[in-house]
């Protein structure tokens, strides 16, 4: 009689990638709304204004709406005008060079929103975030006792409150602190600070 045995296969573990060379998915930038947004928005207030008047010279004639129409002096100027004075032309090289304005705005790039974390990250900070940021490294310098801060994607403002002993050194010490805090952000922005004690502004 003979008998058989499965020998157990040992289990093969997958293969370890070191964490520097993982490879972080691509994300896009976080971007704020395309520059013809606003004026997309004026150019509809403006149509709908129009439509709104147009149909309210519509309803006169009817007897629905009192008082003159507010369209026809308009298309009366505009008829005797033309071929007839300098402004004609001008108008129009005016209105040509709005929709050339308009077209370039169409095809902007929309602007940055937030700061990069640095080179293959694919993480960023809002202004808002770099801010606060600023306020707790700002916070932890000996001697100060409020901070107000302001970010934008370039810069950062901030506004401290010290006590009378800190205040030599203390702008300085909080531009070392905030500066390091946000050190390896991309763009790197500028600090800026204004210092005043509790007595009085310095």
Do not use: F, Y
Request: no cysteine; hydrophobic share 50%.
């Amino acid at each position: 009689m003979s008998s058989t045995r499965t020998l157990p296969v040992p289990a093969t573990e997958p293969e370890r990638v070191p964490r520097e060379e993982r490879m972080t998915p691509a994300v896009d930038a976080p971007s704020g709304a395309p520059p013809a947004a606003a004026t997309g928005v004026a150019i509809a207030l403006v149509v709908l204004a129009l439509g709104v008047i147009a149909v309210r010279d519509a309803l006169v004639p009817l007897g629905w709406v009192p008082g003159p129409s507010w369209l026809e002096p308009v298309a009366g100027v505009l008829a005797d005008g033309v071929g007839k004075d300098a402004w004609v032309p001008v108008v129009a090289v005016l209105v040509a060079l709005l929709g050339l304005w308009l077209v370039r705005r169409a095809l902007g790039r929309r602007p940055r929103t937030a700061v990069s974390l640095g080179d293959g990250t694919n993480a960023w900070l809002e202004p808002r975030d770099v801010a606060r940021v600023a306020d707790l490294a700002a916070s932890d310098v000996d001697g100060v006792v409020t901070v107000r801060s302001r970010a934008a994607r370039r810069s950062v403002a901030l506004r401290v409150t010290v006590v009378d002993t800190a205040a030599d050194g203390a702008k300085g010490a909080v531009q070392d602190a905030v500066r390091d805090a946000l050190d390896g952000l991309d763009p790197t922005p500028r600090v800026s600070v204004k210092v005043s004690t509790l007595g009085g502004s310095r």
